[in-house]
């Protein structure tokens, strides 16, 4: 809420660092500038780590990031995380509230899937499917995963093509309201 009303009461004055145009976390920093209503100049890098650098050295205001890249410089208390952009808690940063807790609805989430070409037989997919499943389930996995602030997201086929068009309409908005072009 604090840096909403920053950057509401300072129109244009916050530059939003990314790891580049179109990127996850681009489009993760104009849903929130979409659903708040705010003005923030969009400062495109080419990759994370220099965007980071220039956020660390205060060139920029805010970034939106992925927890693994970020979390170590958050805990060492070189940066101040104002919320986190999945619809829970992070196990690793429990203090940090969501963003959605000040902005009703907002839930920006980076995942990662494997994928076959369309028309690979059921069988394949299946077998696929429960491999990942038993990689995903393991222990040492998940601690690895909760330290960098990522939780593993097994799920059936059918889940997971769900999901792909769920997030596929959600992203396409917020692209078009971005005015995002591919470099």
Same mark, same amino acid.
């Given at each position: 809420a604090e840096f909403i009303a920053y950057a509401k009461a300072n129109p244009g004055k916050v530059n939003m660092a990314s790891s580049g145009s179109g990127t996850s976390v681009h489009m993760s920093g104009e849903l929130f500038r979409a659903m708040t209503g705010i003005e !923030? =100049?969009?400062v %495109?890098?080419?990759? /994370? *780590?220099? $965007? !980071? =650098?220039d956020l660390l050295t205060n060139r920029v205001q805010v970034m939106f990031d992925n927890?693994?890249? /970020? @979390?170590?410089?958050?805990? *060492?208390?070189?940066?101040r995380a104002l919320g986190v952009t999945a619809g829970k808690? /992070?196990? $690793?940063? #429990?203090?940090? %509230?969501? @963003?959605g807790e000040t902005v009703p609805g907002y839930? &920006?989430?980076?995942?990662?899937g494997i994928v076959a070409p369309k028309g690979t037989p059921s069988e394949i997919v299946n077998t696929?499917? *429960? &491999?990942?499943? $038993?990689?995903? #389930?393991?222990?040492?996995?998940? $601690?690895r995963l909760a330290e960098l602030g990522g939780e593993a997201m097994p799920m059936t086929p059918t889940q997971?093509?769900?999901? !792909? &068009?769920?997030?596929t309409e959600k992203w396409a908005k917020v692209v078009k309201f971005s005015g995002a072009k591919a470099d």
């Open positions: !923030m =100049q969009h %495109p890098y080419r990759g /994370s *780590a220099p $965007a !980071m =650098q927890l693994p890249g /970020s @979390i170590t410089h958050i805990k *060492a208390g070189a940066l808690r /992070s196990d $690793a940063l #429990a203090d940090v %509230p969501t @963003i839930e &920006a989430v980076v995942w990662y696929l499917n *429960a &491999a990942v499943n $038993a990689v995903l #389930a393991d222990p040492k996995l998940k $601690a997971f093509g769900k999901l !792909m &068009a769920d997030e």
